[in-house]
């Protein structure tokens, strides 16, 4: 069972990674290192099939880096439905294989292993270089690469928000 609850962090790692740029990807030789969790407590429940991670938690794994408050898996049945990560905020960054870095964060990232979907919400943004991608929520399918973002509203009566992407042109060699 603990193994069960570990290993969907590499998929969730190199999804989260994938978001920054459609066209740069995450060091490949990342998804082979291991996987390291710390945080300040960890509950597991086998019976639940959930495992809690809670207090400054940090996942590495190779270039990649991941802070969260808390970090919920949830895999009834021994198969992993959600993983989800709240923070103030969830901050992740990773090397790209142009060695450039992708950075990433929002208040809650939650990602839905059977329907491969991670959705970032809560002051959610994206960046490599100086560009930036921002929204209130942003989703991605990892089936087939579609991006979604919308400035939907927080609370009762407030205007939705926008979405913002800021894209600088590249300097090519002459």
Do not use: H
């Not at 590495?60 to 009834?76: C, D, M, V």
């Not at 205007?159 to 800021?166: H, L, M």
């Amino acid at each position: 069972m603990l193994n069960q609850l570990i290993n969907p962090f590499p998929k969730l790692l190199i999804s989260l990674i994938l978001l920054a740029s459609t066209t740069a990807y995450a060091i490949s030789s990342d998804v082979e290192k291991p996987v390291m969790i710390e945080s300040d407590s960890v509950v597991f429940n086998k019976e639940a099939g959930t495992a809690v991670y809670a207090g400054n938690v940090e996942i590495k794994q190779g270039t990649l880096s991941i802070r969260a408050s808390r970090i919920e898996i949830s895999a009834p049945d021994n198969e992993i439905q959600t993983i989800k990560a709240t923070g103030s905020p969830v901050n992740f960054q990773q090397t790209m294989n142009s060695g450039k870095q992708a950075l990433g964060r929002a208040k809650n990232v939650q990602y839905f292993v059977t329907q491969k979907k991670l959705v970032l919400e809560g002051d959610a943004s994206l960046s490599q270089d100086r560009d930036n991608f921002a929204s209130n929520r942003i989703e991605y399918s990892t089936a087939n690469g579609e991006l979604k973002a919308g400035g939907q509203a927080t609370t009762p009566g407030e205007k939705p928000g926008r979405v913002r992407a800021i894209f600088y042109p590249t300097n090519k060699a002459q």
